[in-house]
């Protein structure tokens, strides 16, 4: 079956789509990688994406306009990709769309007297499925929360199917706007598979780079400011501080916690410690990858043995990230997930693709011990594509 992946992440960078061939059923599932491409966000429809998801005021009815907005950005990026992969549309079979997260409550909190978690990604997938002609499946992960789960990671049963190995434990890691590992332990069964975010990816670090340029920069590509920045170990302490790498995981994080008000505080650690613009971003950069060791370190390392840590995402372009990682990680060996058959950037729409070849089949793909789910869901729901 030919199947689309499409992604766009909290860092609303723009949406990334890849184009599979799947075949099987786990533990003989087999998919092959055919090809990937991505489309940048206009820049209006990102700062209102961003704005919207750091929870500033929006009416329903913008919304719901968004919701369809995004879903002809979406198809619009999936007509381009068919086209650039030289595919007729009416070849591929289905697609996974995982949608913009513009809200993301993990774990229950009172709700007219009722303790209620819940997750909302925008993108209309009726509006997917009626302009490509493909059966596309959306909104993967509230099947998750309503058995229990935070909804997230998803990724992890993926990365069980395509990195598990008999004798080298490995964790997967991708750096989106958020850091999110997956642990997988040598000859890991689905149960002892364990995942959860670190804390920031390129969340911070970009950020930083549009307040600095007022805008002009989106992210400081190949670290080229934070190259320039000084070290200053004393904000670095400081910015260890932050509670939420030491709570204990099951655990996920977003713009919720690391967006605007967290900016506003690191900026204010940054004029105490008499920071420049790139002391600070090369300051938030060694904080991203040096919280990540310390998530390893802490919750992963003293339980089980590791030998490769898999980088996937944006941020396994930035070379001082890696750089930090690879160093302060002896005896693990850092590498990018192209180095394993994947590109970085088409690791996460690829693992939507899988997803929604799982739910097609309607196969459970939740993996509880990664989201804390009481057991296994369907995910998502389908918009069937019209009769050709
Ligand atoms: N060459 C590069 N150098 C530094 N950072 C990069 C580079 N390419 C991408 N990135 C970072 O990766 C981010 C996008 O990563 P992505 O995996 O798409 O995240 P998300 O899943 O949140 O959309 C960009 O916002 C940027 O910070
Ligand atoms: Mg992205």
């Not at 599932?29 to 961003?50: D, R, T």
């Not at 990604?121 to 992960?141: M, N, Y």
């Amino acid at each position: 079956m030919l199947v689309l992946g499409m992604m766009s992440g909290t860092s609303a960078d723009g949406i990334d789509v890849v184009l599979a061939r799947i075949s099987g059923a786990p533990p003989n599932l087999n998919a092959k990688l055919l090809g990937h491409s991505s489309v940048k966000f206009p820049g209006a429809l990102q700062k209102e994406i961003l704005r919207v998801a750091e929870q500033h005021p929006v009416s329903a009815g913008a919304l719901s306009q968004l919701n369809f907005r995004l879903g002809e950005l979406l198809a619009d990026a999936a007509i381009a990709a068919c086209r650039h992969f030289r595919i007729a549309r009416s070849k591929v079979a289905l697609a996974g769309s995982h949608g913009q997260t513009i809200f993301h409550q993990g774990r229950p909190v009172p709700c007219f007297g009722l303790p209620t978690a819940s997750t909302l990604q925008i993108g209309e997938p009726s509006v997917i499925a009626a302009r490509t002609g493909i059966t596309t499946v959306g909104d993967f992960r509230p099947a998750d929360m309503a058995v229990g789960g935070q909804g997230a990671p998803l990724v992890p049963y993926v990365d069980y199917l395509l990195y598990r190995d008999e004798k080298l434990g490995r964790v997967s890691l991708n750096l989106g706007g958020i850091a999110n590992i997956t642990v997988l332990p040598h000859a890991a069964k689905p149960q002892q598979v364990f995942a959860f975010d670190t804390g920031p990816a390129n969340m911070l670090i970009d950020a930083l780079v549009s307040h600095f340029t007022d805008g002009r920069q989106r992210y400081d590509k190949n670290a080229a400011l934070a190259t320039r920045g000084r070290s200053l170990p004393a904000l670095l302490d400081d910015l260890f501080g932050d509670p939420y790498l030491k709570l204990a995981p099951p655990k996920s994080t977003g713009r919720e916690y690391y967006g605007h008000a967290y900016l506003k505080n690191l900026m204010a650690l940054g004029r105490r410690h008499r920071a420049k613009p790139n002391d600070l971003i090369r300051a938030a950069t060694i904080f991203t990858a040096l919280s990540v060791v310390d998530a390893l370190n802490r919750f992963v390392l003293p339980k089980t043995k590791i030998h490769q840590l898999i980088v996937s995402g944006g941020g396994a372009h930035n070379p001082l990230l890696l750089a930090q990682l690879s160093a302060a990680l002896p005896g693990i060996e850092v590498l990018p997930s192209s180095h394993l058959g994947i590109p970085e950037d088409a690791k996460e729409a690829f693992a939507f693709a899988l997803l929604a070849y799982e739910t097609f089949h309607q196969r459970p793909s939740n993996l509880p011990s990664a989201t804390g789910a009481r057991g296994p869901a369907i995910l998502g729901k389908i918009s069937y594509a019209p009769r050709r």
